[in-house]
């Protein structure tokens, strides 16, 4: 049975340089996409802090056209300080999960913005290949796999710098869609003699200056949490559940549109069917192939989402340079193949995207193709692996190929930081005994960074602008 819904100042130390790549010999290819070595931290620093993409401002679900303009982005960690939406996929057991906010942040989702700190704002070393296909339910052009920008990757990988493009291809428009992998092209430059003489750690970029107290002013105080939930107390505040049945009967949301596919719904509380109204995710493994999206609990009604698709379940994502997600999950081996099979995901989206087109069949509905972003942070590549990957997708584009383990046997706690400040963002996995309280102290907060990039269990990717 389900219930229905009812700034921090801290040090980094950095060790080593810029980006970490496979010591000689260790590399190892699995079906396209190249291996390291397990860490227990990963992290992207040098964000570029200015760009820009298309951004949808009309549907048309008479013609199944868009139109789209084109928005210039700036600000610490851009685009990835505009709001986010947080998705699993299965097999993924979510335990825990909470937004952390500076405390003077504290309670601001939907209530306007503050333009000083753009909080809010209304405005791989691997072969990275995602699936994308399609399936028939009802009538409708139903998609679940994620996606990926199609822009240019660079990775470090036996001692040399590898760059690829990802070339996007949306899904075909009939009945069924077959298995599409995007073409890759690779160059190579030799960069060992760039290579850190006193680690395995190689960079072809400068080394980032963020050693030091992060921006005190700023960040003088502890976090706040802005959302939690937790699956074995049926408890849920600030969050909703949503996956992407719009349009059936009696749910919310729409499949109007040609080739727009269904619209966000409120997901059923095992996350395998819309629901008429918000629902709690109950305390059980949400399974292969199914996706979740979560986002606020806080309505677009007030018109501060920018464009959404009309008559589509619509909430603001969470947004600022500096947050905090912390979770507890596990992601149980199945041993299932075929589409998404055994390959559970957690990622983040520029909520923009499932709030108009995640899934659709035309690119320019949706500002993902142009670089909107993307943030891959613990996924399997292909059935019944156990290594999770991790990925940006934005311009410019690039992940390590060093990985976590996948937690089959039992949970995790993992720590997604955003720091603005330093333009840095970073995956750390927690101690057992990490809580999830109202607050995180300045010390509890440096515990999650650690020492960034020292080259036995972290990795610190630099973005080639």
Partial sequence: MCNFAAA??????????????????????????????????????????????????????????????????????????????????????????????????????????????NFYSRRN??????????????????????QAVGDNVSGIIEGQLVSW???????????????????????????NSLSNAESRIYSPFPKPNVSGNINSAKQNGSWRREAYYDAAAGVS?????????????????????????????????????????PQILSDTMIPDGTEIVILSDKSCNDGGCGYTRPNSVAYHGFGGDHKIFLLE?????????????????????????????QYGENPDCSCWTSGCGEFDIFEILDSGNFRCKSTLHMAPAGGCSDYFERPTQGTIKAAVVFRGSNELAHIQILDSSQRFDMTLSTEVVDGFTGKIGNGVDSSLFVLSL
């Fill in 329 to 357: 999950f596990s992601m149980p081996s199945t041993g299932k193949t075929g589409f998404n099979g055994d390959m559970p995901a957690i990622w983040l989206l520029n909520a923009q995207i499932p709030l108009t087109s």
């Fill in 8 to 117: 921090a100042t801290f040090t980094i130390f950095i060790v080593g340089i810029a980006c970490q790549g496979c010591a000689p010999g260790t590399a190892e290819e699995i079906n396209g996409n190249w291996y390291c070595s397990p860490v227990r931290a990963i992290t992207y620093s040098n964000f570029p802090g200015t760009g820009s993409y298309n951004r949808v401002t009309f549907m048309d679900a008479s013609t199944g056209e868009c139109s789209h303009q084109k928005h210039t982005y700036s600000g610490s960690l851009s685009p990835l300080n505009e709001e986010l939406s947080l998705h699993i996929r299965g097999p993924t057991w979510l335990k825990q999960l909470a937004v952390y906010v500076p405390t003077s942040h504290y309670g601001t989702i939907g209530k306007g913005v503050d333009k000083k700190s």
């Fill in 125 to 146: 070393g691997h072969q990275h290949l995602h699936q994308h296909n399609g399936e028939v339910i009802n009538g409708k052009n139903r998609v679940y796999s994620k």
């Fill in 237 to 277: 505040d600030g969050f909703t559940f949503l996956n992407h049945f719009g349009g059936s009967k009696d749910i919310p949301g729409t499949a109007d549109g040609i080739g727009f596919g269904a619209s966000l719904s409120y997901s059923s509380c095992d996350g395998q069917s819309g629901a008429p109204s």
């Fill in 165 to 191: 493009t990802n070339v996007y291809t949306a899904p075909a428009t009939t009945a069924t869609v077959g298995l599409v992998r995007p073409e890759a092209t690779f160059e190579k430059t030799n960069i």
